[in-house]
C-alpha cells in the first residue's frame, strides 16, 4: 500500500502563490504577446519624439493648429462627459429602479454605440443634423447649427460616451438596500431629500468613474466626429483627424509629437480610472 | 415607506419619459436613419450596393481580418486571465493596467504605431522593402492594427470570472490527479463559458467595425485594403449616400445581432450564477 504523497511546495524564489500549474508557461507567453503587439508599438512614438530636440517637439505641439485642435478635443470630450454624466444618471436610475414597457429593450439599446461602428454612428449623425435632416431641419432655422461646427463633436461624443456612465452606475444603484432609501423615508426625508442625502453619495464614485470613462473615450475618439465635425481648422477639427492630416503630408514627426501628448493623457486617464474602479470594487465587498 | 412611492409617481412617470426621449433622440434615430437611408432609393439600389464587387471585397477583407484577430485575442484572453487570476504575483496590477492599455488609446494612434514601425518611414520600413513585404497599405497591417485595438476584450471579461471562481475547484481535480490540461478544459472551461463567450462577443464586434485605426493603415485601395467600415466612408465621401446607408445597414444589421447576443449571454450567465448560489444554499441547509 502507498501512503498518499504529500504535496510539498516547492521552494520558490520569486514569491508566486497559488499551486496550480502554468504559471510560468502563461505569464511567459502573456508578457511576450503584450510586448509584441502592444509596448514596442507604442514604445515607437516615445522613441521616435526623442528624434526631436525638445525645442522643435515644443514648436510641434504648441503651433497653434495643435494647441487650438487639443483644446477642442479635450474641450468637447469634457462637455460630452459632463452631460453623459446627467443623462447616464437618468437612464440608469430608470432602468434599474422602474418596470415599463420596453425597459428590456431600453437596457439592451445603452450598449448600441459600442456596438456600432464608429463610422455607421458618424454618417447616421450627420444625416439627422445637416440642415436638410430629420433634425437639422427644424434647428438651423432656430440658430441651433450641429453638423459641421463644435456642437456637433460634443453630439457625437455625448452618443460614444453614453453606455459608460450608465453601465458603472446600473449595478450601484441595483446594489443601494432599499431599506437605506426606506429608512430615510421613513424618518421623514421627502424622496428629494433622501435621493441627494442617500442615493447621490452613494452612486458618487461610480458617476466619476463613468465620466473619467467618457471622457477618456471622447479625447481619442475619430470615426463618429470626423463626419459631423465638418473639419475646419482652428474651429472644429479634433486632434486624432490633425495627426492623420500630418501623417498624409508625410510630417511624421509632428504626428507623433501630438500621438505622444494624446498618450500621456490616455495614460495618467487610465491610471485614474483603474484607481477609481478599485475603490468602488472595495467599497462594494461588505 | 408609502410616502415614497405615491410622491414618486409623477417623477417615475416624468425620469421614465425622460429616458424613452434620451433613448429614443441618442441610440433609436441614428439607427433608423440607416436603416432607413439604407432603402431611400428604393430596394434595388439597395441590393446593388450592397452586391457591389467592392463591398464584396471589403466584406471578404473583414471577414478575414476578424478571423484572424479574433482567435489570437481569445487565445491570449484565456491565458492572460489564467495567470492574473489564478495566482498572485508582484506587478499583477502593473500588468491588468498595461493589458488595457489599447482601450484607452485614441484609435488614430493605435494605427500610427504600426506605420512608425513598418510604413516606408519606419524602423523596419527598408528592410521589408528590399525583401518585398508589404504590411502598411496592405492586409497585414489592417490585421496588426485590429488585433491591437480588441486586444483586452477577452482578457477584460475573464479576469473577474476567474477571480471569482477561486482556485479551489482546480486544486481539487489536480490533487485527484487530474492533469493540467484535464483540469482546465473540465474545470476551469464550464465554469468561464459565459465570459469567455462574452469577451468573444465584443471582440468581434469591434473587429469588424474598427475605423480609426484601420484607416491610418489601409491606403484605401479599393478592392484591396478597403473593409466594410472603410467602403462606407468611401462610398459617403463621394455623395453616394444611399449606397453609404446601405453597406452601413449590414454594420448596423452586425451591431443589433451584438446587443441580441450580449443580453442572451448575460441572461444565461445570470441564471447559471443563480442555480450556483442555490445549491450551496442547499448543501448548507443539508
Given at each position: 500500500m502507498t501512503t498518499p504523497t504529500q504535496i510539498k511546495p516547492k521552494p520558490k524564489l520569486w514569491r508566486v502563490s497559488g499551486t496550480l500549474p502554468g504559471f510560468g508557461l502563461s505569464l511567459g507567453y502573456t508578457l511576450v504577446y503584450l510586448s509584441l503587439i502592444v509596448l514596442i508599438p507604442l514604445a515607437m512614438i516615445v522613441l521616435r519624439t526623442f528624434d526631436l530636440s525638445f525645442a522643435e517637439f515644443l514648436a510641434k505641439v504648441g503651433s497653434p493648429r495643435a494647441l487650438a485642435a487639443l483644446k477642442i478635443s479635450f474641450g468637447t470630450a469634457l462637455i460630452a462627459a459632463s452631460i453623459n454624466v446627467f443623462i447616464g444618471l437618468l437612464l440608469a436610475w430608470v432602468i434599474s429602479r422602474y418596470r415599463f414597457p420596453g425597459c428590456r429593450i431600453v437596457d439592451a439599446l445603452i450598449d448600441l454605440p459600442i456596438a456600432l461602428p464608429t463610422a455607421v454612428a458618424g454618417i447616421a449623425l450627420t444625416a439627422i443634423y445637416a440642415p436638410n435632416g430629420w433634425l437639422g431641419q427644424w434647428l438651423v432655422p432656430l440658430?441651433?447649427?450641429?453638423?459641421?461646427?463644435p456642437l456637433g463633436i460634443v453630439v457625437a461624443l455625448v452618443f460614444v460616451g453614453l453606455p459608460f456612465v450608465v453601465r458603472t452606475v446600473q449595478p450601484v444603484l441595483q446594489d443601494i438596500e432599499h431599506e437605506q432609501e426606506e429608512a430615510a423615508a421613513s424618518l421623514g426625508a421627502t424622496a428629494a431629500q433622501s435621493f441627494f442625502r442617500v442615493t447621490l453619495p452613494t452612486v458618487a464614485p461610480a458617476l466619476i468613474t463613468g465620466f473619467a470613462l467618457a471622457f477618456a473615450r471622447g479625447v481619442g475618439e475619430y470615426g463618429s466626429v470626423i463626419f459631423i465635425a465638418?473639419?475646419?481648422?482652428?474651429?472644429?477639427?479634433i486632434t486624432p483627424l490633425l495627426i492623420v492630416t500630418q501623417l498624409e503630408q508625410y510630417d511624421y514627426a509632428a504626428a507623433t509629437a501630438l500621438a505622444l501628448v494624446m498618450l500621456i493623457a490616455s495614460f495618467a486617464l487610465l491610471l485614474a480610472i483603474n484607481y477609481l474602479q478599485s475603490r468602488l470594487a472595495s467599497r462594494g465587498t461588505r | 415607506m408609502n410616502r415614497l412611492h405615491e410622491g414618486g409617481r409623477w417623477w417615475r412617470v416624468c425620469l421614465i419619459a425622460g429616458a424613452l426621449a434620451i433613448t429614443g433622440l441618442f441610440l433609436v434615430l441614428p439607427l433608423a436613419m440607416v436603416l432607413i437611408g439604407a432603402i431611400s432609393k428604393g430596394i434595388d439600389v439597395y441590393l446593388a450596393a450592397v452586391t457591389e464587387r467592392h463591398a464584396l471585397a471589403a466584406l471578404r477583407l473583414t471577414l478575414t481580418v476578424t478571423a484572424i484577430a479574433v482567435p489570437l485575442n481569445l487565445v491570449f484572453g484565456v491565458v492572460a486571465a489564467w495567470c492574473i487570476a489564478k495566482f498572485e504575483f508582484p506587478g499583477r496590477s502593473a500588468l491588468i493596467t498595461l493589458i488595457d492599455l489599447p482601450l484607452a488609446v485614441s484609435p488614430v494612434i493605435s494605427g500610427l504605431i504600426y506605420v512608425l514601425l513598418f510604413?516606408?518611414?519606419?524602423?523596419f520600413g527598408e528592410w521589408l522593402g528590399e525583401h518585398g513585404f508589404r504590411v502598411i497599405f496592405a492586409v497585414p497591417g489592417i490585421v496588426l492594427a485590429t488585433i491591437f485595438v480588441t486586444f483586452p476584450f477577452v482578457a477584460r471579461e475573464l479576469i473577474p470570472v476567474m477571480q471569482a471562481q477561486g482556485r479551489d475547484y482546480e486544486e481539487a481535480a489536480l490533487s485527484l490527479g487530474a492533469s493540467g490540461w484535464q483540469t482546465f478544459l473540465r474545470v476551469t472551461l464550464p465554469n468561464i463559458k459565459w465570459g469567455l463567450l462574452y469577451g468573444v462577443i465584443l471582440c468581434n464586434a469591434r473587429a469588424m467595425g474598427e475605423f480609426g485605426a484601420v484607416s491610418v493603415v489601409s491606403?484605401?485601395?479599393?478592392?484591396?485594403?478597403?473593409?466594410l467600415p472603410l467602403h462606407v466612408e468611401i462610398l459617403y465621401n463621394e455623395y453616394n449616400h444611399a449606397a453609404a446607408f446601405a453597406v452601413a445597414s449590414l454594420l448596423a444589421l452586425l451591431a443589433l445581432v451584438t446587443l441580441v447576443l450580449k443580453t442572451w449571454v448575460e441572461s444565461k450567465a445570470h441564471r447559471d450564477r443563480q442555480a450556483a448560489n442555490n445549491t450551496t444554499n442547499d448543501e448548507i441547509l443539508t
Open positions: 440658430g441651433i447649427q450641429v453638423a459641421f461646427s465638418g473639419n475646419m481648422p482652428m474651429v472644429s477639427e | 510604413g516606408a518611414q519606419g524602423v491606403g484605401h485601395i479599393r478592392g484591396k485594403t478597403n473593409t
